[in-house]
């Protein structure tokens, strides 16, 4: 690592101010550090990163580094329920005061930041979808013309976008493994899932909503892994996938685009393919939400005396500069 010369343009070390973003009369939610990395500013509205010179040029040779180069990382900010569950939400619990050393919590926040990227592309790709199924709901017409035929829409190349959906939640799901392998407790990728289940079980029972959210998700990853492979591994998966796009069924009904799973007891026997995606990203946010829970709840460090342990936010807990929010958990002590 480059060491910092402090030395040399002394005019860096003075204090100053400046603006986020373009629209400066965007209200600012959090300011979080990237340690060399630079900073990270949440706004109402958008996300930026910004590095300073002494980011860029730690060894200050170049005078004529701008003051700040900034980059927009999200079109979404803190009024966006996706950003308080992620970049928000990993900021209030991976907090360097409440967690043993070896946590490298700056390495957290990066791949925090990283598995927000996917999940993003992933929401948007689903919203892109939902624009093409909405403009071909629009344009249908049920009427048959003249020599009886009627006309149905494709939604375009639906068997890459399908494709890709799954891998994309394969690798939104590794993203989530890199946070949960910062914790010293041998996670492994291929079960790491199971293992927070079992983490899970310790501390609460059962029929806890908790243990049965992530026995939930456990099981219907299980076969998205299936899927994966099914679309890698055909000959080795046991199935195959098969995307259907708009298409009449025998009672006459127009079906929306869906997926087929053949192998034996898939859960994706037959499933709409928006649903799919839809509930797909709801499991990897929940599944975010939970891993950063259990484990900085597990390694959580007392404090002067006082118990530290992770709860739930309730809403009239809320200072009143950040009611908008919408990270659900976060450091207490007691």
């Given at each position: 690592m480059v060491q910092l010369n402090t030395q040399k343009l002394p005019q860096r070390n003075e204090p100053g101010s400046f603006y986020v973003g373009k629209d400066f009369h965007e209200a600012n939610s959090a300011l979080i550090s990237l340690d060399r990395d630079g900073l990270l500013a949440i706004k109402r509205k958008s996300v930026w990163k910004i590095q300073l010179p002494d980011n860029i040029d730690p060894q200050r040779n170049n005078a004529q580094i701008p003051k700040q180069v900034q980059s927009q990382l999200f079109s979404y900010g803190s009024d966006h329920e996706i950003i308080g569950r992620t970049l928000l939400q990993g900021n209030e619990l991976l907090v360097a005061n409440h967690l043993p050393k070896e946590i490298d919590i700056q390495r957290g926040m990066r791949y925090v930041i990283d598995f927000t990227k996917e999940l993003i592309a992933f929401h948007d790709a689903i919203l892109e979808m939902n624009a093409e199924y909405?403009?071909?709901?629009?344009?249908?017409?049920?009427?048959?013309?003249?020599?009886?035929?009627?006309?149905?829409?494709?939604?375009?190349?639906?068997?890459?976008?399908?494709?890709?959906?799954?891998?994309?939640?394969?690798?939104?799901?590794?993203?989530?493994?890199?946070?949960?392998?910062?914790?010293?407790?041998?996670?492994?990728?291929?079960?790491?899932?199971?293992?927070?289940?079992?983490?899970?079980?310790?501390?609460?029972?059962?029929?806890?909503?908790?243990?049965?959210?992530?026995?939930?998700?456990?099981?219907k990853t299980d076969h998205l892994w299936k899927l994966r492979t099914a679309i890698e591994h055909p000959k080795e998966s046991g199935g195959e996938i098969i995307f259907k796009n708009f298409q009449m069924n025998d009672r006459g009904q127009i079906e929306f685009p869906h997926l087929l799973h053949t192998a034996i007891n898939s859960p994706f026997a037959k499933m709409d393919l928006l649903q799919f995606c839809i509930e797909s990203q709801n499991d990897m946010v929940d599944l975010f939400e939970l891993s950063l829970v259990l484990l900085c709840d597990f390694y959580a460090k007392d404090f002067g005396g006082d118990r530290v342990f992770v709860r739930s936010v309730l809403d009239n807990e809320r200072s009143e500069s950040n009611p908008h929010m919408n990270y659900k958990y976060d450091i207490h002590w007691k």
């Open positions: 909405i403009k071909i709901q629009n344009e249908f017409t049920a009427d048959t013309r003249e020599d009886g035929s009627l006309l149905l829409q494709d939604i375009k190349y639906l068997d890459r976008k399908g494709k890709e959906f799954i891998q994309n939640i394969d690798h939104i799901k590794n993203e989530i493994f890199n946070i949960v392998e910062l914790f010293p407790l041998n996670f492994k990728k291929e079960n790491f899932i199971k293992r927070l289940k079992e983490l899970s079980v310790q501390k609460f029972q059962n029929n806890h909503p908790l243990v049965k959210r992530l026995n939930q998700i456990k099981e």
